[in-house]
C-alpha cells in the first residue's frame, strides 16, 4: 500500500510539472489578416487607410497588435494583378480589400473562398460581381462609389452652372463596364431639362484631344464626365484640356475639381471607407459576404473650383456656391 501511494504522488508530482509545459506548447491564436490590393501607389489612399484602421479599432482590432495588414500594390502596371492577388491567397488572409474594379475581378479570379470587400465600383451587379446588392451570394460584398442616377444630378449641376447651356458633350469610355445605365438616365434628365447630348467615346488617353476637338467643332458648350478609370487617371490633363477648350466640366471625384476641373460631385469617400472597415470588421466577426447587402452611398459632396471659374468667364450663381460643400478659391 505504501509503494502504491508513492506510485501516486510521484504521477500527480510529473502530472502538475507537465501541466504549464503543455499549456506553453499551445500554438497561438491566429492574428487576422487583411489584404489591400491596388492598382497604384500607396500615396492616393494613405488617408483612407487611417479611416479605416480607426474604424476597425471600433471592432477591437489595432494594427501590430491582434491585427496584420498586408498591402500589394501594382503601382499603375495592371498585369502585375493576377500575381499580387495570388500572393494574398497563399498569405491566407482573412479578407481581401479592393477598389478599382481591375483589381477586383483579379482578386475575384484568385479566390472564391477568401471574402472580398470592394470599394466605390460603378455598378457590381452589371459588372458580375454581385448576383444581387440584396443578396450578393458569393465571396464578395462592399460599397458602391456610384449610383446610375447620379448622371441625371451631375448634369443638373452644370445646367445650373452654365444656365444658357444646350447642348452638353458626354465623355465616356464603351469599355467601362456598367456605364449602360447611366445613359438611360441621363438620356432622360437631358429631356427634362432640354439639353441634348453629344456622346464623344474615348477608348485611349491619345483620343482626349480629337473628342474635345469634336465637343468644340459641334457646338458643345459643357462637358460631363462618365466614371472611368482612364479618366480617374488623367484628371489634371482633362481638367486642363476643359479649359483650354472653353468647356465647363463635371466629373464625380472632387480631385477632379482639385486638378483643376470646374466642378465635381459624387460621393464622400472617407464615409465609403468608414463603411467598407465596417463590413471588414463584421467579417472578422465571422459574419459572411453573401448575408451582408452590398451598401450604396448615402453622403455626397459637390466641390467647385472658382479659379477654374474664373478662367473660363464663368460666374457661378450665389445658390450653388452655398450648396457646395467646397469652393476652391
Known amino acids: 500500500m505504501r509503494r502504491h501511494a508513492v506510485r501516486l504522488l510521484v504521477i500527480l508530482?510529473?502530472?502538475l510539472l507537465l501541466t504549464p509545459l503543455a499549456a506553453d506548447a499551445q500554438p497561438p491564436a491566429k492574428v487576422p489578416q487583411i489584404g489591400f490590393l491596388s492598382l497604384y501607389s500607396p500615396a492616393p489612399a494613405s488617408r483612407f487607410f487611417e479611416?479605416?484602421?480607426q474604424t476597425l479599432r471600433e471592432f477591437g482590432y489595432v494594427e501590430g497588435e491582434n491585427l496584420r495588414l498586408e498591402y500589394r500594390w501594382a503601382e499603375g502596371r495592371a498585369e502585375q494583378l493576377p500575381e499580387l492577388a495570388a500572393e494574398l491567397v497563399r498569405l491566407e488572409v482573412d479578407v481581401i480589400v479592393a477598389v478599382e474594379t481591375p483589381v477586383i475581378f483579379a482578386a475575384q479570379q484568385a479566390t472564391s473562398a477568401?471574402?472580398?470587400v470592394i470599394i466605390a465600383v460603378v455598378d457590381p451587379v452589371a459588372a458580375g460581381l454581385v448576383e444581387s446588392i440584396r443578396r450578393p451570394e458569393g465571396n464578395v460584398t462592399g460599397v458602391t462609389g456610384l449610383v446610375p442616377q447620379l448622371s441625371g444630378k451631375l448634369l443638373e449641376l452644370l445646367k445650373d452652372a452654365v444656365p444658357q447651356v444646350?447642348?452638353?458633350g458626354v465623355l465616356w469610355n464603351p469599355e467601362a463596364r456598367g456605364v449602360a445605365r447611366w445613359f438611360q438616365e441621363l438620356q432622360g434628365a437631358a429631356?427634362?431639362?432640354g439639353v441634348a447630348l453629344q456622346s464623344l467615346e474615348v477608348r485611349e488617353s491619345q483620343d482626349f484631344e480629337r473628342a474635345?476637338?469634336?465637343?468644340t467643332k459641334e457646338g458643345a458648350g459643357a462637358l460631363l464626365m462618365f466614371p472611368a478609370l482612364l479618366f480617374a487617371r488623367n484628371e489634371r490633363r482633362l481638367a486642363a484640356l476643359a479649359v483650354k477648350s472653353r468647356l465647363p466640366a463635371i466629373f464625380w471625384r472632387r480631385s477632379f475639381a482639385e486638378a483643376g476641373g470646374l466642378m465635381a460631385y459624387g460621393p464622400h469617400f472617407p464615409e465609403l471607407w468608414?463603411?467598407?472597415a465596417v463590413l471588414v470588421g463584421k467579417i472578422l466577426k465571422g459574419a459572411k459576404p453573401r448575408d451582408l447587402p452590398v451598401e450604396q452611398p448615402m453622403r455626397?459632396?459637390?466641390v467647385i473650383n472658382l479659379k477654374t471659374a474664373q478662367a473660363l468667364g464663368l460666374t457661378i450663381p450665389l445658390h450653388l456656391l452655398v450648396f457646395a460643400d467646397e469652393v476652391i478659391r
Open 300 to 302: 455626397f459632396e459637390l
Open 212 to 215: 474635345f476637338e469634336a465637343a
Open 191 to 193: 429631356q427634362v431639362l
Open 114 to 116: 477568401i471574402p472580398i
Open 166 to 168: 444646350s447642348r452638353v
Open 51 to 53: 479611416i479605416f484602421q
Open 13 to 15: 508530482a510529473f502530472s
Open 274 to 276: 468608414r463603411r467598407a
